[in-house]
């Protein structure tokens, strides 16, 4: 049973526009979102979080926002860079149970 | 700037041999994970240590996985005998505690031949 659901595989974005990674979950106990970016070949980095008591987190480029009444979350890159193509995870923790991911999207930047 | 220390980066071994992969944490991480990694899919967690005891283990299959964490710092997973299907990236986290940002090492690929 996938807790976690990236359900697009991959998403190609032209260099300087917006890119939105989507991510869903069925678990209503999850209470703290991460996303993740791995490069081959390499651990996952990572990127923001957020908190289920706020709705929105900003870092630089990266926005992430959650909706927890329809259980979504999304990341916002903008501008998008050359060096931002890689698979993007999206991870939820519940309480001080596991960490668990989707299966991830790869985001390939087009100059 | 710390990170999460693992070796070797990359394991070529034939079935039914022992392998052993090794981690070193973030000082003064007490969570630390191993997760396995196949092509495609996300990060799978085998094992969840708090300190040195297990707090999930639920998918590592015990038959032929183990992991430590002895002195509460670094850990090994061990994999005996090994199959065709271990083949992937195996990888360690760690965090200050549960339910904060965990930080990834840079993963062992594991070849089993």
């Known amino acids: 049973d996938q807790q976690v659901k990236q359900n697009s595989p991959s998403l190609s974005v032209q260099e300087g526009r917006i890119s939105i990674l989507n991510c869903d979950y069925t678990n209503s106990m999850f209470d703290y979102f991460l996303w993740y970016k791995k490069y081959p070949a390499e651990g996952p980095t990572f990127l923001i979080s957020i908190s289920s008591i706020k709705d929105k987190n900003e870092d630089g480029r990266f926005t992430v926002f959650l909706n927890k009444s329809a259980k979504h979350l999304s990341l916002h890159i903008v501008p998008s860079q050359p060096g931002d193509s890689a698979v993007y995870f999206c991870a939820c923790f519940e309480g001080a149970q596991k960490l668990v991911f989707g299966q991830g999207t790869r985001l390939t930047i087009n100059p | 700037e710390a990170e999460v220390a693992q070796s070797p980066r990359y394991k070529i071994t034939e079935k039914s041999q022992a392998v052993a992969f090794w981690c070193d944490p973030i000082?003064?991480?007490?969570?630390l994970y191993w997760y396995r990694q196949i092509l495609g899919q996300g990060p799978e967690l085998l094992v969840q240590?708090?300190?040195?005891?297990?707090?999930?283990d639920s998918q590592l299959p015990k038959d032929r996985f183990s992991a430590e964490r002895l002195k509460g710092v670094d850990s090994t997973l061990k994999i005996q005998p090994a199959e065709l299907g271990d083949s992937a990236m195996y990888l360690c986290?760690?965090?200050?505690?549960?339910?904060?940002?965990?930080?990834f090492g840079q993963g062992t690929r594991l070849t089993v031949v």
């Open positions: 240590f708090q300190d040195e005891s297990v707090v999930d």
């Open positions: 000082s003064g991480h007490a969570t």
């Open positions: 986290a760690s965090s200050f505690w549960v339910n904060t940002e965990a930080f």
